[in-house]
């Protein structure tokens, strides 16, 4: 059972923790807002689309900064206790400082549990509602472009025939294995197939082609070109929004890019990252803390704030760089995700020494 102390310094903390999250929400839907706007500024929508799409889009954003949320929260926690003199009443009554973080650890890997397998998975929802949405104002072409397990998928409509292009390996500017089905608006059926293609443009060149129509029998080719609305980079930024994809599917996702031969390399990083995330929010909180009880200087919540932010920002641009050398294969895919957090572990572990002196 937990003491009445215990519940109250959990208490405490979730209700700064929501009471931050709530805050950093409603900044990303205020940004996001206008950024919707520009975006329709070409489209008779009215208000009504933006709205909703940065509706389906704050959550994904919110998931984003939850490191610095926690961060900031306990910060705000120690400011709470601090005011009302709590932490010494605590340290009277045998609660040491060491006691405190332990609790808030314990709190901390809970709401990073609940983040990772329920806020996520919802967040990635909507997510994935988003892009669906506005990539029906973006586009003027009529397609559908998907990965699993038999290769690449594509659907188009190109000069009013219907187009379904199949191909079994995948990088990021060749295909193989290609089977093109056009269905004309006179019912006539084509069956184009090649042994590779070359779409580093939307001209795409293939090669090794042979053409079956209906009407006019069947032909071989040594190349031919296929005007696409699709090119290498626009069907890799297809896949690249990960953050659409709840766990399951990422790894599925993971599966199928290795059956056809693309790269698996931005689907792992994104997979380390969210395995890492209850410890990168534990991380924060232990330094949040340790940040609060050696400067005691920090007594107002605006420079409470601005240390949060030059904090956040720090450790932002640290893992930015790292999964960056893992994404350029620099350096290994787990050490990029990891090796920010060891440093962070290593700051906490000097910065918890002797933590009941203070």
């Not at 000069?159 to 292009?165: A, C």
């Not at 059956?259 to 931005?266: A, F, N, V």
Request: hydrophobic residues 45%; aromatic residues 16%; contains cysteine.
């Amino acid at each position: 059972m937990f003491k009445k102390y215990q519940l109250y310094i959990a208490k405490v903390f979730f209700e700064n923790f929501f009471l931050i999250s709530i805050i950093f929400l409603g900044l990303s839907f205020i940004l996001n807002f206008f950024e919707e706007l520009k975006f329709f500024e070409s489209y008779d929508v009215g208000i009504k689309y933006p709205v909703l799409l940065t509706f389906l889009n704050s959550p994904s954003i919110l998931f984003e900064l939850f490191p610095f949320v926690f961060l900031i929260a306990v910060k705000f926690f120690y400011i709470h206790l601090s005011e009302k003199n709590e932490i010494e009443i605590f340290k009277n009554h045998g609660i040491d400082n060491l006691k405190i973080l332990s609790l808030l650890s314990l709190c901390t890997i809970i709401c990073g549990a609940f983040i990772i397998l329920i806020f996520y998975t919802f967040s990635s929802n909507f997510k994935n509602h988003y892009l669906n949405l506005k990539n029906k104002f973006s586009s003027e072409n009529e397609y559908l472009a998907v990965v699993n397990e038999n290769g690449l998928w594509i659907k188009e409509e190109i000069d009013e025939s219907s187009n379904i292009i199949h191909a079994k390996k995948f990088k990021k500017n060749y295909i193989e294995d290609i089977t093109i089905t056009q269905s004309t608006q006179n019912n006539n059926i084509i069956i184009i197939t090649a042994e590779s293609a070359d779409i580093s443009n939307k001209t795409w060149l293939l090669s090794k082609v042979y053409i079956t129509d209906k009407l006019s029998g069947s032909s071989k080719y040594e190349t031919i070109k296929y005007i696409s609305s699709f090119d290498g980079e626009i069907i890799s930024n297809l896949f690249s929004n990960l953050n659409s994809l709840n766990i399951y599917q990422l790894n599925l996702l993971l599966s199928n890019y290795s059956k056809i031969g693309y790269s698996t390399i931005d689907v792992n990083v994104h997979i380390n990252k969210l395995y890492s995330l209850p410890i990168f929010y534990l991380l924060m909180t232990i330094l949040g803390l340790l940040i609060m009880m050696k400067f005691t200087f920090i007594k107002t919540k605006f420079f409470i704030i601005i240390v949060g932010v030059s904090v956040s920002v720090l450790i932002y641009y640290i893992n930015y760089f790292s999964s960056l050398f893992g994404s350029n294969e620099t350096i290994p895919i787990a050490l990029s995700i990891w090796l920010p957090h060891l440093i962070l572990f290593l700051i906490c572990i000097l910065g918890g020494i002797r933590i009941n002196e203070n």
